[in-house]
């Protein structure tokens, strides 16, 4: 499975950005076959990798408690695609984000599935 992501970038404290992550079309459908959770992780220069928010193949949502309230997660399954809203971006928010899809039903929270793909990571800079 290939996980292809777009959008990031630089935004100023309070602005918003959407992150998009999609499967490529030589991975077929599987978002609706062999994928279950799909996640949103980042890792920060000299900090652990951290699990920002993930949704089940059932829709249960869970986040980071630095991002409730202000990041949305959502998944097309039609699409093969998983989306990160981040809205009233803070510049602690700066990391790199990669997507993730793991076939068991819950994300890992370090991201140590043996059963999952990661997208390429994408910048996000929020200056204050």
């Known amino acids: 499975v290939e996980l292809v992501q777009s959008g990031g970038g630089l935004v100023q404290a309070g602005g918003s950005l959407k992150l998009s992550c999609a499967a490529s079309?030589?991975?077929?459908?599987?978002?609706?076959?062999?994928?279950?959770?799909v996640a949103w992780y980042r890792q920060a220069p000299g900090k652990q990798r951290e699990l920002v928010a993930s949704i089940t193949g059932h829709g249960i949502t869970n986040y980071a408690d630095s991002v409730k309230g202000r990041f949305t997660i959502s998944r097309d399954n039609v699409k093969n695609s998983m989306y990160l809203q981040m809205n009233n971006l803070k510049p602690e928010d700066t990391a790199v984000y990669y997507c993730?899809?793991?076939?068991?039903?819950?994300?890992?929270?370090?991201?140590?599935?043996?059963?999952?793909?990661w997208g390429q990571g994408t910048q996000v800079t929020v200056s204050s």
């Open positions: 079309a030589a991975s077929g459908n599987v978002f609706s076959t062999i994928i279950n959770a």
């Open positions: 993730n899809a793991d076939e068991n039903y819950y994300s890992d929270p370090l991201g140590l599935s043996s059963y999952d793909y």
